[in-house]
């Protein structure tokens, strides 16, 4: 529903406040490393090799790893012919992009390709459907101990459901994920984790009807850092 403001005077307050929460996110999710990597770079140009080819750095997954879940929808009127309880498997790869400027930690791009099967409650009547996609988003990584490290992520991207409701429209969606969980490292380089995740799945209004699914997930899995 679009929001309406009776006065000018918010109008002007809400547009000067676009800016400036812009710069904030910037200096929070910009990397300190890759801001000092830029001023080296500036003040001494990397040289070519013998054989006058500059040599390229190119990005790298720094994590993989696999992800097991299980969701319930919040509210069974969204779905009124049965409560939705996905199954999920998801992969999970990270770039790490560096520091982040204000908060304590790192920051990374996540990847989450997945498929999941659901299945529709409804009494005593079971119904097996299935959904799959990919997300893209951010994880902020808070580096509180050396074994225990909380994180806090959020994912967006293209869906798939063959769910058939009178709320929502079957096919190509939007999967919108807010988690936040914690790595427990067995060893450098290998790491248990846990999360919590809000999921909202709708269209944007692409096709109706449109009024969203909604669920809350747990998962779990292992990582690997590179």
Request: hydrophobic share 40%; charged share 15%; net charge positive.
């Amino acid at each position: 529903m679009p929001f309406c403001f009776k006065s000018g005077i918010f109008n002007s307050y809400r547009l000067t406040r676009i800016p400036i929460l812009l710069v904030l996110v910037c200096c929070i999710l910009t990397p300190v490393e890759t801001r000092a990597e830029n001023r080296i770079r500036e003040n001494y140009p990397e040289k070519p090799d013998t054989m006058g080819i500059r040599k390229k750095k190119c990005f790298h997954f720094t994590e993989k790893g696999l992800l097991f879940g299980y969701g319930y929808g919040i509210n069974q009127l969204n779905i009124p012919e049965g409560v939705y309880c996905p199954i999920f498997f998801v992969g999970q790869f990270g770039i790490q992009l560096g520091k982040s400027g204000l908060l304590p930690g790192t920051v990374s791009l996540i990847i989450e390709p997945q498929f999941n099967f659901v299945i529709l409650r409804s009494g005593i009547h079971t119904d097996k459907k299935f959904e799959g996609g990919i997300g893209v988003g951010l994880q902020q990584i808070f580096n509180l101990t050396p074994k225990f490290k909380p994180f806090l992520r959020l994912v967006v991207g293209p869906h798939y459901i063959n769910t058939h409701t009178s709320l929502q429209h079957t096919g190509f969606l939007f999967s919108d994920n807010a988690a936040a969980g914690f790595y427990y490292f067995l060893t450098d380089k290998i790491a248990l984790q846990a999360q919590f995740r809000a999921r909202h799945l709708s269209n944007a209004n692409l096709a109706l009807p449109n009024h969203g699914i909604n669920t809350s997930n747990f998962l779990a899995g292992i990582s690997w850092f590179l």
